[in-house]
């Protein structure tokens, strides 16, 4: 049974940075991602990673100060995020992906629980 749970989430002023990490247990060889939910939004793609690290894509609002990484000695994902905005604001979910890369909901067979990200102005 695999299971992803979220952490680092948390208050930060605009311009600041946060590491979240995804930790999984189960199965553990699949293609990786976050997405982001905003209050009265529809969950968006964030960042999505490939089994060995060779495929990383990322949202264009999230480009540049977003960094996606794995260690699969540790079964955890990473998502560094710098210079953050008030509109980055949301419950960031990871997922994962028998099929590879994810870039839409549709596209995620497990889900995590989510870690609240708050930008303040």
């Known amino acids: 049974q695999v299971q992803l749970v979220e952490s680092g989430g948390g208050l930060v002023q605009a311009g600041g940075s946060l590491r979240l990490s995804c930790a999984a247990s189960g199965r553990t060889n699949y293609a990786m991602g976050w997405f982001r939910q905003a209050p009265g939004k529809e969950r968006e793609f964030v960042a999505t990673?490939?089994?060995?690290?060779?495929?990383?894509v990322y949202a264009d609002s999230v480009k540049g100060r977003f960094t996606i990484s794995r260690d699969n000695a540790k079964n955890t994902m990473y998502l560094q995020m710098n210079n953050l905005k008030p509109e980055d604001t949301a419950v960031y979910y990871c997922?994962?992906?028998?099929?590879?890369?994810?870039?839409?909901?549709?596209?995620?067979?497990?889900w995590g629980q989510g870690t609240q990200v708050t930008v303040s102005s």
């Open positions: 990673i490939s089994w060995g690290s060779s495929m990383r």
């Open positions: 997922a994962g992906s028998r099929a590879g890369i994810i870039r839409n909901v549709r596209g995620a067979d497990y």
